[in-house]
């Protein structure tokens, strides 16, 4: 029988809510004081809009909270996805009141694609925009990278945390704590940002030419959307606006990092080292990036994309790289990455579906998944070739000897049929509106794994359904499905409970 | 019949030089036809927006930009219309000296119309697509963008934090009681 919520379960979601929208208004401070110190006075008053609507539901949401709050595993799922609803659309005020969009929706879009860093965009000249709210786009393509539930945690510490952790798509706790755990993952990213802001602002000054506050703007950014796999960027170019091998090198340092788990990262600051490539999931993501690579490669080879092998190369290596760990930045055209017909094209967008590592920044699939759906596979086929009484080993090494259990494998192959349930979904209403097959396959995939390589099918002039289809991509493809489920059961136990 | 006759000899003098002139495109244009473009001298006109980057080896690069925002800026009232559409540009650091602001979100960049070698993936810059340009001339200066305040959302989001502080301070518990 459906238990009906009772009024102290709304209690509880609304508690936590109300402390997670406090936090977002005050990163919203952020680009508040940006538009200030860049007398950007319309964006300015739209940030304080913001702000004051987060403020206000935060305020309300803790106030008509319990005293001593409890929360439980549905209660956590209901708010991790209500939290990535509603701050899309709180977060898109600014984005809306900056005048760059045809229709409201396509702000909310926007405001959704860089909460789940998937990078897509319906942004009207974006080389006009202002600088704070580029830097906003961006915050909250760090925001969404690092969880805004994680960024929570580390600031309140409490009772339910492990829930909202799990339901944020992390399945691995690095530190007996959670809230210790997210200290490290904001440890870790902190560390990043200072190296990578500092590499690629120096690049941008000394090699590139700029004014030392556009370099370090552009390397502010680049490193959002780089280490959070976002895929914005601050001109409508992507990086092919810096025309630099260099500039691409340290961004790809970066996106390499932010597709690593940060059980990953904790294993090569803390060691042992050694037991890295040892991993399952390591070798997994070495292998379909060596494969895609060489499938793109060879596709760019066969159609004489490119004159010479290095720059094929070149090319090449950062389309795909940008594509398996979910970034979406690109250095070619839309117009020229449509062009890649048969194997090029075909080896991007498996890389896009693949993803990055678990407990990462990156969407997708994911690595561990696709290994150990391999090592599935494999061993059911030893089992039926070897004599029947034999027995095929089921270990597996990640961060430790594991077990793959038969209730493993099932979890593993539900996550990974529904993401292929969601491509398929978006390819088919983008083929019921006349898109071509690949162009539709394409683009749900970027949507779905949270990428943003683009071929054009996102567009302002695109139908709404479709536009409505992405978002819904966007949002299940980044929680990785069970928050979502867990709060459509929560809304039909409200409805047809007793 | 002589200054007939100087006419014919100079247009005969220069057919050759004909099919050299540069053929103009728009950027959108030459995105599309990129690969068939490659290696040949063609004029473009937009504007420049973003970074001068001026990379101490002669050369200046920037983003030009060929779309509806060049001549009608989002900031002038009119309504979105999509992305831009633009190209990497890389001009003569003595061609770039003296340039007006490129163009963001104060200022509307100089339009200027640049002809130069399409490299359409260049090997020399290990498969960059960009304009090599060797003549530049300006067609309109650059011009500052006017910003209004939006007022009610200063006042609407003033009001909300007040309204969002005044129930925080009020709420049960905080002195005590």
Do not use: C
């Not at chain 1, 991790?80 to 709180?90: C, D, N, Q, R, S």
């Not at chain 1, 290994?371 to 070897?386: E, F, M, P, R, Y």
Request: aromatic share 12%; no cysteine; glycine share 12%.
């Amino acid at each position: 029988m459906l238990i009906r919520p009772v009024a102290e379960d709304f209690r509880v979601i609304s508690f936590y809510l109300g402390r997670i929208f406090l936090v977002v208004a005050a990163a919203g401070l952020l680009p508040l004081a940006w538009a200030a110190i860049a007398r950007e006075w319309g964006p300015f008053g739209s940030f304080l809009l913001m702000v004051g609507v987060l403020a206000l539901l935060g305020v309300v949401g803790v106030r008509f909270g319990p005293e001593e709050p409890k929360l439980d595993w549905s209660h956590g799922m209901v708010v991790v996805a209500l939290t990535w609803l509603v701050i899309p659309i709180v977060g898109a005020i600014p984005l809306l009141l900056s005048g760059h969009f045809v229709r409201p929706l396509d702000a909310f879009f926007d405001s959704m694609s860089g909460l789940s860093t998937t990078g897509l965009s319906l942004l009207s000249d974006l080389d006009h925009l202002a600088s704070s709210l580029n830097f906003w786009r961006h915050l909250l393509q760090f925001l969404g990278g690092q969880g805004i539930i994680l960024a929570a945690l580390t600031i309140f510490a409490g009772t339910g945390g492990i829930t909202l952790y799990f339901g944020e798509a992390r399945d691995e706790r690095i530190l007996p704590s959670v809230t210790s755990t997210a200290r490290f993952i904001w440890g870790v990213s902190v560390v990043h940002l200072i190296f990578g802001v500092t590499a690629l602002g120096l690049v941008g000054w000394l090699a590139l030419g700029f004014d030392l506050d556009r370099a370090l703007f552009h390397g502010l950014l680049i490193f959002f959307a780089a280490f959070d796999t976002g895929g914005f960027s601050p001109m409508s170019t992507s990086i092919g606006y810096y025309h630099s091998a260099l500039f691409e090198g340290f961004t790809s340092l970066l996106m390499v990092a932010g597709a690593m788990s940060f059980g990953l990262h904790y294993a090569l600051w803390r060691g042992p080292r050694r037991a890295i490539f040892a991993n399952l999931e390591t070798r997994t993501i070495l292998s379909t990036f060596g494969f895609t690579l060489l499938v793109t490669l060879l596709g760019l080879a066969a159609t004489s994309v490119f004159a010479t092998a290095v720059g094929l190369t070149r090319q090449g290596f950062f389309q795909v790289l940008s594509a398996h760990t979910g970034t979406g930045f690109s250095t070619v055209s839309t117009a020229e990455l449509a062009r890649w017909g048969g194997l090029a094209f075909g080896g991007i967008a498996i890389a896009m579906a693949l993803g990055g590592m678990g407990s990462s920044t990156a969407g997708g699939v994911k690595s561990l998944r696709i290994g150990l759906t391999i090592k599935s596979v494999v061993n059911q086929i030893k089992q039926v070739l070897l004599p029947e009484h034999a027995l095929v080993g089921t270990g597996y090494y990640q961060s430790g000897e594991k077990h793959l259990s038969p209730p493993l494998t099932q979890s593993v192959m539900i996550i990974s049929l529904l993401y292929v349930a969601l491509y398929l979904l978006g390819a088919g209403i983008g083929l019921a509106y006349g898109i071509p097959l690949q162009e539709a396959l394409f683009e749900s995939v970027s949507a779905s794994a949270n990428v943003g390589l683009s071929v054009g099918v996102t567009d302002p002039s695109m139908p709404v359904l479709l536009e409505l289809t992405y978002m819904l991509q966007m949002w299940a493809g980044r929680l990785e499905f069970v928050a979502v489920f867990s709060l459509l059961g929560f809304i039909y136990a409200w409805v047809k409970g007793r | 019949m002589r200054a007939l006759l100087r006419f014919v000899f100079l247009a005969v003098l220069m057919l050759p030089a004909a099919p050299a002139l540069a053929q103009e495109f728009a950027v959108s244009q030459l995105l599309a036809e990129s690969p068939e473009l490659s290696g040949r001298e063609i004029t473009i006109e937009g504007e420049l927006v973003g970074d001068y980057g001026f990379r101490g080896d002669g050369w200046m690069w920037t983003q030009l930009n060929d779309d509806v925002y060049v001549d009608h800026p989002l900031r002038d009232g009119i309504a979105p219309a999509g992305g831009n559409i633009g190209v990497g540009v890389r001009i003569p650091s003595d061609l770039a000296e003296g340039l007006d602001h490129p163009g963001g979100y104060h200022h509307r960049g100089p339009v200027v119309r640049v002809t130069g070698i399409w490299r359409h993936h260049d090997p020399d810059r290990q498969g960059e697509s960009y304009l090599d340009v060797e003549s530049l001339a300006v067609i309109e200066a650059g011009r500052d963008l006017d910003e209004g305040v939006v007022w009610w959302a200063v006042a609407v989001g003033s009001g909300l934090i007040l309204t969002a502080w005044a129930i925080w301070w009020m709420r049960p518990g905080r002195d005590g009681s």
